[in-house]
């Protein structure tokens, strides 16, 4: 299995950036795809979630209006759309895979639950 994230960058504050997370090795359409971001001296954190079934989507509080996750199951691969970037939003992200599960609605935001992680990608907002 490999989960291979990328669009990383610089970019000023107020401005976009989009990642994605190429999948191969499992059944995409399987698992739930998770965003998460650590920044230096942070524990890693979550950032958005897509169910399998890609009708469901969450996000934590401090990027709820600003990033939006998808998913293209046909391409095997999540997107996560950042706009207004913040400096606050630098950080490694990482996608994540999490397996099919009933107890998705309480696991979503738990990196401990997440199957598979892909290398990281690093994004550096600049004020």
């Known amino acids: 299995v490999q989960l291979q994230a990328s669009g990383g960058g610089l970019v000023q504050a107020g401005g976009s950036l989009r990642l994605s997370c190429a999948a191969s090795?499992?059944?995409?359409?399987?698992?739930?795809m998770g965003w998460f971001r650590q920044a230096p001296g942070n524990e890693r954190e979550f950032v958005a979630a897509?169910?399998?079934?890609?009708?469901?989507?969450d996000y934590a509080d401090s990027v709820k209006g600003r990033f939006t996750i998808s998913r293209d199951n046909a391409k095997k691969t999540a997107y996560l759309q950042m706009n207004s970037l913040k400096p606050e939003d630098t950080a490694v992200y990482y996608c994540?895979?999490?397996?099919?599960?009933?107890?998705?609605?309480?696991?979503?935001?738990?990196?401990?639950?997440?199957?598979?992680w892909g290398q990281g990608t690093e994004v550096t907002v600049s004020s």
């Open positions: 994540a895979a999490l397996f099919y599960s009933s107890a998705y609605s309480s696991t979503y935001y738990l990196p401990a639950k997440y199957n598979f």
């Open positions: 090795g499992l059944t995409f359409s399987s698992y739930s």
């Open positions: 897509i169910k399998w079934t890609g009708t469901s989507t």
